[in-house]
T-cell receptor, first 115, second 115 residues
Framework: KAGVTQTPRYLIKTRGQQVTLSCSPI?????VSWYQQTPGQGLQFLFE???????NKGNFPGRFSGRQFSNSRSEMNVSTLELGDSALYLC??????????????FGPGTRLTVL | KQEVTQIPAALSVPEGENLVLNCSFT??????LQWFRQDPGKGLTSLLL?????REQTSGRLNASLDKSSGRSTLYIAASQPGDSATYLC??????????????FGQGTTLQVKP
């Protein structure tokens, strides 16, 4: 079974631009969660989508948004990029059943650099 | 607010040594706890998931325990190898519909196993 894939793997943008990142979950998984990882803050939860609906959202400004398609693929968008948005963005997929054994499987991440 | 702490932040051991990584959390109302491994610049690899009703899980040379009452988990690595060198992260899943798909991560323990 193929794992979680993320595209692109690397991105370089300038301040003020916007960016879209893509995540394809493991086949059969309906939940996709997004995280931001930085050296200072570690891994922080951005949001989670299940069946095309955002079920949960972390404490990030409205510049961070996402969506999920009917095939469970998900995208996240960051508008008006700031230097502090430079980070590794990770997505994780799970069955989304909410059960105690609902393991999250992570993709390789997208490294975003904002200049 | 749930906080997850991992001690030590870094650890260096000679090959063959048995070692213990520690994780503590402030709120015992967790759904599950996961241990992950992260290699530099890469995504997260799930190692073990312990459900809230379980006390431990084992996979090969790895054994993870969970004590909800004291808010602690340990990851035991037997007979360490240079290939075990990585950052180890623990994360808790929280109870409640407002916490679906969300993991709270510790800052990680960076392990170096010297040949």
């Amino acid at each position: 079974k193929a794992g979680v894939t993320q595209t692109p793997r690397y991105l370089i943008k300038t301040r003020g631009q916007q960016v879209t990142l893509s995540c394809s979950p493991i086949s059969g998984h309906r939940s996709v969660s997004w995280y931001q990882q930085t050296p200072g803050q570690g891994l922080q939860f951005l949001f989670e989508y299940f069946s095309e609906t955002q079920r949960n959202k972390g404490n990030f400004p409205g510049r961070f948004s996402g969506r999920q398609f009917s095939n469970s693929r998900s995208e996240m968008n960051v508008s008006t990029l700031e230097l502090g948005d430079s980070a590794l963005y990770l997505c994780a997929s799970s069955l989304g059943s909410g059960g105690r054994a609902d393991t999250q499987y992570f993709g390789p991440g997208t490294r975003l650099t904002v200049l | 607010k749930q906080e997850v702490t991992q001690i030590p932040a870094a650890l260096s051991v000679p090959e063959g040594e048995n070692l213990v990584l520690n994780c503590s959390f402030t709120d015992s109302a967790i759904y599950n706890l996961q241990w992950f491994r992260q290699d530099p610049g890469k995504g997260l690899t799930s190692l073990l998931l312990i459900q809230s009703s379980q006390r431990e899980q084992t996979s090969g040379r790895l054994n993870a325990s969970l004590d909800k009452s004291s808010g602690r988990s340990t990851l035991y690595i037997a007979a360490s190898q240079p290939g075990d060198s990585a950052t180890y992260l623990c994360a808790v899943g929280l109870i409640g519909s407002s916490n679906t798909g969300k993991l709270i991560f510790g800052q990680g323990t960076t392990l170096q196993v010297k040949p």
